[in-house]
């Protein structure tokens, strides 16, 4: 069993940064004993749908979606316990819940989410 915490959520003013942290309680891409496609950072908005934001392969690979491309970064430590996502210019429309989970070959896992709210 893998726990995963965000933490890094808040207020923040519109053309600001926020990184957020996704904490592993191991090495989430140890293709070993994990089976995962990616992890990814979601974010849902009152009344949305889920939407991905962006995602890491075990191999590192990484991609994100039109809408934060250019602005948000998903990276990792080289732990591998470790997933950010570095937000940048953020927008009021960026405003949602923000959860980490990983989408499975076999292994799902996901956090509680951490709030990040764009307002001036």
């Known amino acids: 069993q893998v726990q995963l915490v965000e933490s890094g959520g808040g207020l923040v003013h519109p053309g600001g940064s926020q990184r957020l942290v996704c904490a592993a309680s191991?090495?989430?891409?140890?293709?070993?004993?994990?089976?995962?496609?990616?992890l990814g950072w979601y974010r849902q908005a009152p009344g949305n749908q889920r939407e991905l934001v962006a995602a890491i392969s075990p191999d590192g690979s990484t991609n994100d979606t039109d809408s934060v491309k250019c602005r948000f970064t998903i990276s990792r430590d080289n732990a591998k316990t470790m997933v950010y996502l570095q937000m940048n210019n953020l927008e009021p429309e960026d405003t949602a819940d923000y959860y980490c989970?990983?989408?499975?070959?076999?292994?799902?896992?996901w956090g509680q989410g951490t709030q990040v709210t764009v307002s001036s």
């Open positions: 989970k990983t989408v499975p070959y076999t292994d799902c896992y």
């Open positions: 191991r090495n989430i891409f140890d293709i070993t004993v994990i089976s995962i496609k990616h």
